[in-house]
């Protein structure tokens, strides 16, 4: 059975995927932070294993890691985890700055990197990384947020050019609008305008982003590598 761990498992997207992968034949390793009651439900439901971490913490990293390797070692990785924050550029703090990059590409560093040894010393492996439709076109007010993704970007076109070699791919889920509680902040109006301004003219499902995850986990897409595909329903094209 192959081991695949998902970071940030216990909402939203991430939750999809833990499903998505359960139901055809993984090991599911559900990473959460502060998700607890959700993460033990969805494990109950999946039977994928929780596992706590916060991934911006390489302590945490590594002890997660450590722990899934008494079941053996991974073959897939899904960077899933994230934070998204709206505010004028003038009101971003220091701290704003350090923690959107701490959670949304330190972690994703941190967890890849102490991954990645599985990978080479098997010679294959799949590593799917989440930016969004704003890491490519940027959004106001989402500075911190839409260069965070944008970094995601960069580190998953220069990852796959290193790993190519060592039978591993690469590649980035770019994200448009998801009815996910990242966007349950905003209003009624501001979601019918973001459906408006969507040539499908709707938000995309959980389930649709984790079946193009596991795509990109299958043998179906033994050639695809480095590449940032976006479902967004036109919104970005
Ligand atoms: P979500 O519903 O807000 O869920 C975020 C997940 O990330 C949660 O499971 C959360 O776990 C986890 N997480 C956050 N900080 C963490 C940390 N420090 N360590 C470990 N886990 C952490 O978000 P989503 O909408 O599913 O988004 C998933 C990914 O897709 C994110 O990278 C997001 O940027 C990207 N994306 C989403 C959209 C969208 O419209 N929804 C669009 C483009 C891109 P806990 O709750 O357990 O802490």
């Known amino acids: 059975m192959k081991n695949i761990l998902i970071t940030g498992g216990s909402r939203g997207i991430g939750a999809a995927c833990v499903k998505e992968f359960s139901k055809n ?5 559900l990473n959460y932070n502060n998700s607890e009651k959700s993460a033990k439900k ?14 911006s913490n390489s302590d945490e990293v590594k002890k997660m890691i450590d ?11 899904v960077n899933n985890a994230g934070i998204a924050e ?13 923690r959107m ?28 990384n989440f930016s969004s439709i704003w890491g490519i076109s940027g959004a106001s ?18 990852l796959a050019k290193e790993t190519g070699l060592s039978g591993i791919n690469v590649n980035c889920i770019a994200p448009g609008v998801i009815d996910t509680e990242m966007n349950g902040h ?40 480095g590449q940032i595909i976006s479902p967004n329903g036109g919104f970005v094209i």
């Open 42 to 55: 969805l494990a109950d439901e999946t039977g994928a294993i929780p596992v706590k971490a916060d991934i």
């Open 186 to 225: 905003l209003d009624d109006e501001t979601k019918t305008e973001l459906c408006q301004e969507t040539p499908l003219n709707r938000m995309g499902t959980p389930e649709e982003v984790a079946k193009l995850a596991y795509f990109l986990a299958s043998p179906d897409s033994d050639f695809i590598t």
């Open 67 to 77: 722990f899934i390797h008494g079941y053996g070692k991974i073959s897939v990785l």
């Open 101 to 128: 990059f701490d959670i949304n590409i330190k972690g994703m560093f941190l967890v890849t990197k102490a991954v990645l040894p599985d990978m080479i010393h098997e010679k294959s492996g799949k590593i799917i």
């Open 25 to 29: 034949g993984f090991r599911v390793f």
């Open 86 to 98: 709206q505010k004028l550029f003038s009101d971003i703090s220091e701290n704003d700055w350090d």
């Open 141 to 158: 007010c989402e500075v911190h947020y839409s260069a965070s993704k944008a970094a995601v970007i960069g580190f998953t076109k220069a």
